[in-house]
């Protein structure tokens, strides 16, 4: 059967993965907000994730900045804010909290706080900024089953969904062999770059192979030369140590199926090519994420070769499927992720968004470090869970 794109964006509404999510709860959830203006803000509109939920009031909002905080408490409509979050959680005891900074410095103390207080919630990425960090938040939520999710909104979308299926199930491109991603490689290319957009390839490399790495074998240089200790620099954010302004990685997966990941500062910038690429012996599905992250192109190239010069086989959408995933706008792109958070927490399971799997990624971002560090491959998962450049330096 063959779908128009009306027909296809009525369907896709109705996929598995929002399927137990759309129904509203009958329960009333209370929610807070933590922001922080001067420090990594409300990324992705991470203050409006509960305001589309009928079942969800917002009734408190912290910043300690006075007129970031008047300004969001306001536009939100929250019925108290708040300079700490500390007091925040403390007086409101939230059954939900929504961690809007883009800067990791402060997230393993925000969720750990909210964890405290018993709350489930959804968490801006990276997620962390140490690995041993990331495991400290993790065992708070599971030793108290709580459900956290993370703003890994890409995965959540219709046509990735679709690409998943049609790789693992309907075996479109046959046996995967490899996948290439790449960072969006701007003012950040390098090292600053596999973090904050890195975080988002690597999710979706692990999201379409269906399985984790087992190594990493990455070469990290600086202005053409080996990276060294001094090279290593703070991000233009507050992230944790990077360095590097060229990243080359390789991941092996089981089955002896391999992942790439580059960014590499250059004179013409990215040029769109920020997404990946899973090739199969019988052909290649690309993903990209178009201008302003807002929606991706999917493409499917139907070819054993990878490169069919001077035939007639070209890329095309996925079948049945547009090649475009209709935007979404800014304040309402986390709004499956929260579906499904309430939905787990309803249902009792892991969200399909967890931060599990944020941990997973900035597991991968890490090796990619410690190879550097170590100067060759370094198994998953990495042993030693400190920052490798902290020790390095």
């Known amino acids: 059967m063959q779908f128009n794109r009306r027909q296809f964006i009525a369907a896709s509404s109705a996929v598995a993965l929002a399927a137990t999510a759309t129904a509203q709860s009958e329960k009333k959830y209370k929610a807070c907000i933590i922001g922080d203006t001067k420090l990594g803000g409300y990324g992705h509109q991470i203050q409006n994730a509960f305001r589309y939920r009928d079942d969800v009031a917002i009734v408190g909002l912290a910043d300690p900045d006075e007129k970031g905080r008047a300004h969001h408490a306001n536009g939100l409509g929250a019925e ?8 925040m959680l403390e007086k409101e005891r939230p059954d939900l909290v929504a961690i809007g900074p883009r800067c990791t410095v402060n997230h393993r103390d925000y969720l750990l706080a909210c964890a405290e207080v018993g709350a489930h919630g959804f968490i801006e990425k990276p997620f962390c900024d140490s690995l041993d960090a990331g495991d400290e938040m993790v065992a708070a939520v599971d030793a108290k089953n709580l459900k956290w999710s993370i703003a890994y909104n890409f995965r959540g979308m219709s046509l990735l969904q679709r690409a998943k299926k049609l790789i693992h199930e309907d075996d479109l491109i046959g046996t995967v062999l490899e996948a290439r991603g790449r960072g969006k490689e701007d003012h950040r290319a390098g090292g600053e770059d596999l973090i904050v957009l890195g975080t988002h390839v690597l999710d979706l490399m692990r999201f379409l192979m269906d399985v984790s790495p087992m190594w990493c074998s990455a070469d990290i240089t600086m202005e053409g030369r080996p990276a060294t200790p001094a090279d290593v620099r703070r991000p233009t954010e507050p992230l944790g140590p990077i360095v590097g ?14 992942g790439y990941f580059d960014s590499m500062k250059n004179p013409d910038g990215n040029g769109g090519r920020f997404g990946i690429d899973i090739y ?17 192109d999917v493409g499917w190239l139907d070819a ?46 892991r969200p399909r968004f967890s931060v599990h799997d944020g941990l997973a990624s900035w597991e991968m971002i890490q090796a990619v470090f410690e190879s550097c560090v170590q100067g060759g491959r370094v198994a998953l998962p990495l042993a030693d869970r400190t920052h490798p450049l902290k020790r390095w330096s």
């Not at 996925?318 to 499956?336: C, F, G, H, K, Q």
């Open 80 to 87: 108290r804010s708040y300079a700490d979050y500390r007091e």
């Open 245 to 258: 302004d060229r990243v080359h990685a390789m991941y092996g997966f089981p089955g002896g199926t391999v």
């Open 280 to 296: 199969g012996t019988r052909g290649v599905i690309s993903v990209r994420v178009l201008k302003g992250d807002a929606t991706i």
């Open 304 to 349: 054993p070769n990878w490169a069919p010069v001077g035939s007639e086989v070209g890329w095309k959408p996925l079948p049945d499927s547009p090649v475009t995933e209709p935007p979404i706008p800014a304040n309402a792109r986390n709004r499956i992720i929260i579906d499904d958070l309430i939905a787990a927490i309803e249902e009792d399971r």
